[in-house]
């Protein structure tokens, strides 16, 4: 079965100060990798997306940047929070019989002050 | 570009009562829909989805038939219950190799007893 690991499950950090986020995955070898971002309420928003290690594509610009070290790991990161950074953080993969069905880890909440 | 339109931002109805949430889409490629389900502080979790024309697929007492004739793939339930209120996104996907997933902006569904 694959699984999916997201930690940590919550944050509460200063404005300015840096972050790391992380995400595993197991069970499914070489996996397309995505991170999400939704406000309080909102709608879901793509940030980055990761085909294979070593390789990331932005999708949007929000200060932030996200690293694939290993097949099965995924981190989002920046050195310096803004309040408007704060928020739910999803990574995701392709799953299903035809890998079509996009599934969620249960998220980071990320609270900036 | 891909477009996922939900009308209703936030519907409330009584215990019992019977739903629809409107979804329709606009792509210029063929469409691959999908209804995901968000408790709250969850993450969102796969609810249905579908990718053939005039079938109804249904899922936990959910059911939508996808229509590309008028590029809708709306989602209902004859008779609600409580643990039925959640945030709903629609979402399309035409290229699963970059994960390309567009949200709709989501509708509250509160029921109440």
């Known amino acids: 079965a694959q699984t999916i690991h997201q930690w940590p499950v919550a944050e509460i950090k200063a404005v300015g100060s840096p972050l790391s986020l992380g995400c595993t995955i197991k069970g499914k070898s070489s996996p397309n990798l995505y991170w999400y971002w939704q406000a309080t309420g909102g709608t879901l928003q793509q940030l980055f997306y990761?085909?294979?290690?070593?390789?990331v594509e932005s999708v949007v610009q929000l200060n932030l940047s996200a690293s694939r070290p290993k097949d099965d790991q995924f981190i989002l990161s920046t050195e310096k929070l803004l309040l408007s950074h704060s928020g739910f953080y999803l990574c995701?993969?392709?799953?299903?019989?035809?890998?079509?069905?996009?599934?969620f880890g249960s998220g980071t909440r990320l609270t900036v002050l | 570009g891909d477009s996922v339109t939900q009308t209703e931002g936030l519907v409330t109805l009584t215990k019992g009562l019977p739903v629809m949430l409107n979804c329709t889409y606009q792509t210029t490629y063929s469409p691959f829909l999908f209804w995901y389900v968000q408790h709250l502080n969850e993450a969102p979790k796969l609810l249905l989805k579908?990718?053939?024309?005039?079938k109804r697929t249904e899922h936990q007492g959910f059911y939508a038939t996808l229509h590309k004739s008028s590029s809708s793939f709306h989602l209902q339930k004859s008779s609600v219950q409580l643990s039925d209120s959640a945030l709903y996104f629609c979402a399309l996907s035409d290229d699963t190799n970059t994960g390309k997933l567009t949200f709709g902006d989501g509708t509250v569904l509160t029921v109440k007893p």
């Open positions: 579908s990718s053939t024309d005039n």
């Open positions: 990761s085909i294979t290690v070593g390789q």
């Open positions: 995701a993969f392709y799953g299903g019989a035809n890998a079509e069905t996009l599934y």
